[in-house]
C-alpha cells in the first residue's frame, strides 16, 4: 500500500474528511486531509479549497485548504494493473419506471414546457466487499481522460467518480469550459455517426453555455462540435474559451452554469421543476460540480479554479454502491433507447467495483 493510501486509512478510522483526485491525462494523485471532522461550507467564492457542490445547490460543502494537509503523489501504472471485467449485462430492474419517465418527460417538451430535460435512475449494487484503493486504481486505470476523484465527510458519505465533463477552469482572468452530449459505446469505427437528435442536443448545450456567459465574459471561443472518447463511451464535446471581465466574474460564471444545460435542461428552472416532482429520488451531489477552487494543489498556484461536473459517479454505504446515470431528453426521444443510455453509462463505475 502506498504512503498516499496508508493516510487514508489512518483519516478513516479516525472518522475524519478527505478528498483524493487524479486530474485528466495527469501523472499525480493529489489528497487533501482534514485535520478536524468540521462541516464547512463555501461561504466566499475567494476561498482556496476543494469545492463538493449539490445539484440543486442547496449545500455547498468545502474541504478548506487552511485545515488540510496536502499530499501529492506520483501515479504508478505497474501497481493498478486489473483484467478487463467482462460482465457487461444490462440490468432488468428499474427500466419500467424509467422509460415512463422519458415518455412525461417528451410530453412536457411537445406542451412547450420546456426544450430540454435532463432524467437521470439510480440504480443500486450490491457488493461482496468494497476496497476503496482497488477501487480508485481501476479509475486511474480506466479513465485516463477524465476527473477521478474519492471524497469522504462523516457528515456526508462516501463518494467516487470518474467524470468526463469539465464546468470551468479558470486561470486568473483566462477561462474554458465545454458543452458535452450525445453518448454512444465506444468501439473501433474511425468515423462516428451522430443522429440529428443528438446534435439537436449538444446545440442546445452549447447555446445555453453561450447565452449565459456573454454577459460577464470577451472575447469568447467557440470551437465546432467534435468526438471526445471518455472511457468505454463516445460523446459529442465544444469548447468555449475566453476571458473574463474581472477576477469576481469567476463566481457568477459558477453560478450561470451550474446546473448546467447538460445535467439539468433549458430553460433551467422549469427543467430543474420537473426533475424534483417527477425523477422519484434525491440526486444529493449527482450533478452538482466539484474540485479546485482558487489554487492549484499540485503547484499551490494561486488565481487557478478547475471544477467538474459530477457525473458517472456513485455512493458507497456498507457494502453496497448506489451508481447515478441520466441521458438528456429532446422531443425525438426514445425511452428504450435512452434506458439503454444509461446502461451504458453505469458500466463506467461497475467496472471499477464488480
Sequence with gaps: MTDLFLKIKTHQDQNLPFVIFCKPNSEKTIG?????????????????GFVFAAFDNSTTPFLPLEF?????????????FFDAIQNENSPKQGNDFFEELV???VAAIDNGL?????????????????????????????YPSAFKYCFYHPKIGLWMGATPEQLVKVKELEFETVALAGTQKANDIKVVKWSP??????????DFIVENTKEFTKELNVSEPFTANAGSIFHIKTTISGKLKNKKAVEKIINALHPTSAVCGMPREAAKDFI????????????????????????????????????????IKENRAEIFVG???????NPKAEYIETVNKAMTMKRCIL
Design 114 to 142: 420546456f426544450q430540454k430535460v435532463v432524467t437521470s435512475r439510480r440504480e443500486i449494487v450490491e457488493l461482496n466487499s468494497f476496497d476503496l484503493e482497488v477501487c480508485f486504481k481501476r479509475m486511474l486505470q480506466n
Design 197 to 206: 437528435k443528438e446534435e439537436v442536443e449538444q446545440q442546445l448545450v452549447t
Design 276 to 315: 424534483l416532482q417527477h425523477e422519484g429520488y434525491n440526486r444529493e451531489f449527482y450533478s452538482g460540480f466539484l474540485g479546485e477552487l482558487n489554487i492549484d494543489f499540485a503547484t499551490f498556484r494561486t488565481q487557478y479554479s478547475d471544477l467538474f461536473v459530477n457525473l458517472r459517479c456513485m455512493k
Design 32 to 48: 487533501l486531509f482534514q485535520k478536524n471532522d468540521h462541516l464547512y461550507f463555501l461561504e466566499s467564492f475567494d476561498k482556496k
Design 103 to 105: 415518455t412525461k418527460s
Design 327 to 333: 441521458c438528456g431528453i429532446t422531443k425525438d426521444s
Design 68 to 80: 488540510c494537509d496536502v499530499f501529492v503523489e506520483k501515479n504508478n501504472s505497474e501497481t493498478y
